[in-house]
């Protein structure tokens, strides 16, 4: 299929366990027929769910998209601490769980909802002088990442379980959360079983959201290659995006980097719309007027 076939798009996948977010954009690129595929947001080799790709000029779009807000389904075990934080990482320590009770784990998770002060886990994406703490950390240098504000907007408990592990009494809590962009759940699992004193890590995480591109519209990678489409931009930022429709002199402004008179929008980016339905640019208003954040058209 040539990338002329596919156009330009977002692809929303439902992503496996056990790939990068880089292999799934490789897979999409011999799909779609074009090396032009990014991704708005990463997701670890464990993780699975929602993996929002663009494709040819819908890569441009993903700037506006990374810093959506997001939905994850997760598994949290109390009582065992990890490099990682997560099930990749080799055991750190191990405590006993079984004195921690259904009303202590409320109580954690109440404290861990709302603006908070988060320590990224050492073994991320977040650069360190230029080079990504996952790296450094596994050349064995020791890394220590600064609190960044984020929002956990909700973290709801579905259910907790107990159990033993490797001969040592643990909980399981399946969690559901929606945070702000920059937020690390296996963080949060970190942070919750620092909190009660006994340590933990996260054992399963799905992301069910980005944005407004939820489950009900990924695909997994078997679909794709049966059936390669994309969602048409226009589409695509009608979801996204706060709409504004323009007459064909403000799309000849806008086409030439031009201003427009603010409608009221604010400064979050804005789908500006030509009159025949196509996706001129991406706008933000600042005082009185509104100006182009990202022309495709022209």
């Known amino acids: ?80 601490t990890t490099v990682t934080d997560d099930a990749e990482g080799d055991v750190l320590e191990r405590s006993d769980a079984s004195g921690v009770t259904d009303e202590a784990v409320a109580d954690g998770v109440r404290r861990l909802t709302g603006t908070l002060q988060q320590v990224p886990s050492a073994v991320s994406a977040v650069k360190v002088d230029g080079r990504r703490a996952y790296a450094r950390v596994r050349a064995g240098e020791q890394v220590v990442l600064a609190a960044r504000t984020v929002t956990v907007r909700r973290f709801d408990i579905l259910a907790v379980q107990r159990a033993v592990a490797e001969g040592s009494p643990v909980v399981d809590v399946d969690v559901r959360v929606d945070c702000t962009a920059g937020t690390y759940v296996r963080a949060l699992a970190r942070d919750l079983g ?49 709409v504004r429709e323009l007459d064909a002199e403000e799309v000849r402004r806008l086409v030439h980097g031009q201003r427009l008179a603010a409608v009221g929008l604010g400064e979050q980016p804005v789908a500006a719309f030509a009159p025949d339905g196509s996706l001129v640019a991406i706008v933000s208003e600042t005082g009185p007027t509104a100006r182009p954040l990202l022309v495709l058209q022209g």
Request: glycine content about 10%; cysteine-free.
């Open 194 to 242: 620092a909190d009660l004193a006994v340590g933990g890590h996260l054992t399963a995480l799905r992301r069910t959201r980005v944005g407004p591109y939820g489950l009900d519209v990924a695909r997994t990678l078997d679909v794709l290659a049966e059936s390669f489409s994309v969602l048409p931009m226009a589409d695509a930022a009608r979801v996204a995006f706060p």
């Open 1 to 80: 299929m040539t990338a002329s076939a596919v156009g330009d798009g977002l692809v929303v996948v439902d992503k496996p366990a056990g790939l990068t977010s880089h292999d799934v954009v490789a897979r999409v690129r011999r799909l779609a027929g074009t090396r032009k595929v990014g991704h708005a947001g990463t997701l670890d080799p464990m993780a699975t769910g929602v993996l929002v790709l663009g494709v040819e000029r819908a890569t441009r779009l993903l700037t506006y998209l990374v810093g959506a807000e997001k939905s994850y389904d997760a598994t949290v075990r109390l009582g065992v």
